[in-house]
T-cell receptor, first 114, second 114 residues
């Protein structure tokens, strides 16, 4: 399809629980990106994939965050042992190689850690 | 990434033109200027991009200063649906896919008054 599908839309987890977020990129897009939006306007880059390979993970908190993009499956972002500070909206975006006219973002997953 | 500076917020009356400014004094020769917007409870959405010449599409126009150190996104007739946070972003056209991660600033929150 022509949209990036993120599930679930909302996720509530108790502190210390695991959270798993999913992203189905647009078919044919080689690159997938994950961003975290904590405060209203501030985005933090987490990780990018080229097909199933991690391309850039410089933004990932390595201890508790992991991500995968496997063939024929939605990409996933997993947070082990969630903390209150992980509460945020997580956006996934996909793009074609050298697609200068931009990413296509999903509508996000709102994670609330209580 | 080269940095951009935008006003925190702007107001416009409905059906009037809106000019959203962006300063990018450290722009390099290979940086494209991209604009995204984020509607409430949505992921960012591509609006327009340009390199040197002014650009028009169905959503907006982009006016780029001759020295490329600033640009202006123009919405010709603001509607209530244009109320969003607008982000001005620089992207290196020479970058390979993994370096296509986008660095967002804090953007301009546009309020449209009926």
């Amino acid at each position: 399809g022509e949209e990036v599908a993120q599930t679930p839309k909302h996720l509530v987890r108790g502190e210390g629980q695991k959270a798993k977020l999913y992203c189905a990129p647009i078919k044919g897009h080689s690159y997938v990106f994950w961003y975290q939006q904590v405060l209203k306007n501030e985005f933090k880059f987490l990780i990018s994939f080229q097909n199933e390979n991690v391309f850039d993970e410089t933004g990932m908190p390595k201890e508790r965050f992991s991500a995968k993009c496997l063939p024929n499956s939605p990409c996933s972002l997993e947070i082990q042992a969630t903390k209150l500070e992980d509460s945020a909206v997580y956006f996934c975006a996909s793009s074609q190689l050298r697609q200068f006219y931009g990413y296509t973002f999903g509508s996000g997953t709102r994670l609330t850690v209580v | 990434d080269a940095k951009t500076t935008q006003p925190n917020s702007m107001e416009s009356n409905e059906e009037e033109p809106v000019h959203l400014p962006c300063n990018h004094s450290t722009i390099s020769g290979t940086d494209y200027i991209h604009w995204y917007r984020q509607l409430p409870s949505q992921g960012p959405e591509y609006v327009i991009h340009g390199l040197t010449s002014n650009v028009n599409n169905r959503m907006a126009s982009l006016a780029i200063a001759e020295d490329r150190k600033s640009s202006t996104l123009i919405l010709h007739r603001a509607t209530l649906r244009d109320a969003a946070v607008y982000y001005c972003i620089l992207r290196d056209m020479e970058a390979t896919g993994g370096y296509q991660k986008v660095t967002f600033g804090t953007g301009t929150k546009l309020q449209v008054i009926p």
